[in-house]
């Protein structure tokens, strides 16, 4: 059974803070890694991907992957309270699906 | 470029009554998928199209459910009859051929009672 793990929160940061997310998953041979956020009562969005070891970065967002461990985190700088969602973790299944694996998601509260 | 849309947004249907969901994937998206979130839950797979073909419908709960996609388009999926733990958000996706990238709809709420 492979497995995605999150800390359900809630999460909670000041505005202006570093929100740290993070997802464990049990597949050793996962090799790509989604990070999807969803307001609630809407779609889940995609905002990142990490394929290799280390940091991918975009604008606020920091993705830091590392396989060894089995850990993926999504870093947020400068939170904002419009940053205030669920961030869902998710990995396929395998390399030839598109089936998704999905955590519980982290619910990220951002206090002006 | 419109996105993956869903109807109905909310469906309240009794046990036993039938429920058709259609999603509408990103035009040019062969891969569709179905997931679906039951109250405190994570979001679970149900199926994935490629186009007109079921390529992997491990996650259908039973007999119950029917996905179709007709034409390699638009998909429904049908719950007959509907129990009362069908309830939750079913979400649909789509990606491009060849991509893992998969864009998700607003989803379709479905309450049984």
């Known amino acids: 059974q492979k497995e995605v793990e999150q800390n359900s929160g809630p999460l909670s940061v000041p505005e202006g803070a570093i929100a740290s997310l993070n997802c464990t998953y049990s597949d050793r041979g996962s090799q790509s890694f989604f990070w999807y956020r969803q307001y609630s009562g809407k779609s889940p969005e995609l905002i990142m991907f990490i394929y290799s070891n280390g940091d991918k970065e975009d604008g606020r967002f920091t993705a830091q992957l590392n396989k060894a461990s089995q850990y993926v985190s999504l870093l947020i700088r400068d939170s904002q309270p419009s940053d205030s969602a669920t961030y869902l973790c998710a990995v396929p299944f395998s390399s030839n699906t598109g089936k998704l694996i999905f955590g519980q998601g982290t619910t990220l509260q951002v206090k002006p | ?113």
């Open chain 2, 1 to 113: 470029e419109a996105g993956v849309t869903q109807f109905p947004s909310h469906s309240v249907i009794e046990k036993g009554q039938t429920v058709t969901l259609r999603c509408d994937p990103i035009s040019g998206h062969d891969n569709l998928y179905w997931y679906r979130r039951v109250m405190g839950k994570e979001i679970k797979f149900l199926l994935h199209f490629v186009k007109e073909s079921k390529q992997d419908e491990s996650g259908m709960p039973n007999n119950r459910f029917l996905a179709e996609r007709t034409g390699g388009t638009y998909s429904t999926l049908k719950v007959q009859p509907a129990e009362l733990e069908d309830s939750g958000v079913y979400f649909c996706a789509s990606s491009q051929y060849g991509s893992q990238t998969q864009y998700f709809g607003p989803g379709t709420r479905l309450l049984v009672l």
